[in-house]
């Protein structure tokens, strides 16, 4: 079974320029995640989505900062402009919804590590 | 009060030694505690996971213990090998609204030597 996939893997940009990061979740996974993981600290939520819809953004930094969830399956992250500070990893990850009992478990892709010069 | 504190942030133990990692949470609410595991270059991977209705679960050589009343857990690694040299994660997260929200702590670097 595939896992997340996330694309690119790496990407450099210049400050103030933007940027665009794509997800594509488990299949049959209602439930897609993405996360900030700064060096050496935890992942931090950004947005979470239940099929189409965001259901918590609160963490995420709307003034230039966006995801799209289109059809309730892939997902876009896009950040303009970029900052130095946005240098990181960011993590998407998919799960079943809350309603699949008890399968909560959330599956990570690779990341897709920023560095903003 | 969303708070996870892991520690040790760092661990240097030796083949086929234990490796103890604890964290401790503030938040009764919280109702699932994983335990992730990353290698660079990749993203988390779940080891093991409990509820808060068990006080200890086995897999394998990983080991969570689990004290409520003092709202700490805690990660075991029996028999510690190179290849568990990885970054551990505990985590925390609650039902209802919150559902999906894991709150990460900051992290161990544990280091095997053979």
């Known amino acids: 079974e595939a896992g997340v996939v996330q694309s690119p893997r790496y990407k450099i940009i210049e400050k103030k320029q933007p940027v665009a990061f794509w997800c594509n979740p488990i299949s049959g996974h209602n439930t897609l995640y993405w996360y900030l993981q700064n060096l050496g600290q935890g992942p931090e939520l950004l947005i979470r989505y239940e099929n189409e819809e965001a259901v918590d953004d609160s963490q995420l930094p709307k003034d230039r900062f966006s995801a799209e969830r289109l059809k309730g399956v892939d997902s876009t992250l896009k950040i303009q402009p970029a900052e130095l500070g946005d240098s990181a990893v960011y993590l998407c990850a998919s799960s079943f919804g809350p309603l699949a009992g008890g399968k909560e478990t959330q599956y990570f892709g690779p990341g897709t590590r920023l560095l903003v010069l | ?114």
């Not at chain 2, 004290?67 to 568990?84: C, E, V, Y």
Request: aromatic letters at 12%; charged letters at 15%.
């Open chain 2, 1 to 114: 009060q969303q708070q996870v504190k892991q520690s040790p942030q760092s661990l240097i133990v030796q083949k086929g030694g234990i490796s103890i990692i604890n964290c401790a949470y503030e938040n009764t609410a919280f109702d699932y505690f994983p335990w992730y595991q990353q290698f660079p270059g990749k993203g988390p991977a779940l080891l093991i996971a409990i509820r808060p209705d068990v006080s200890e679960k086995k897999e394998g050589r990983f080991t969570i213990s689990f004290n409520k009343s003092a709202k700490q857990f805690s990660l075991h690694i029996m028999d510690s090998q190179p290849g568990d040299s990885a970054t551990y994660f505990c985590a925390a997260t609650a039902g209802g609204t919150s559902y999906g929200k894991l709150t990460f702590g900051q992290g161990t670097i544990l280091t095997v030597h053979p």
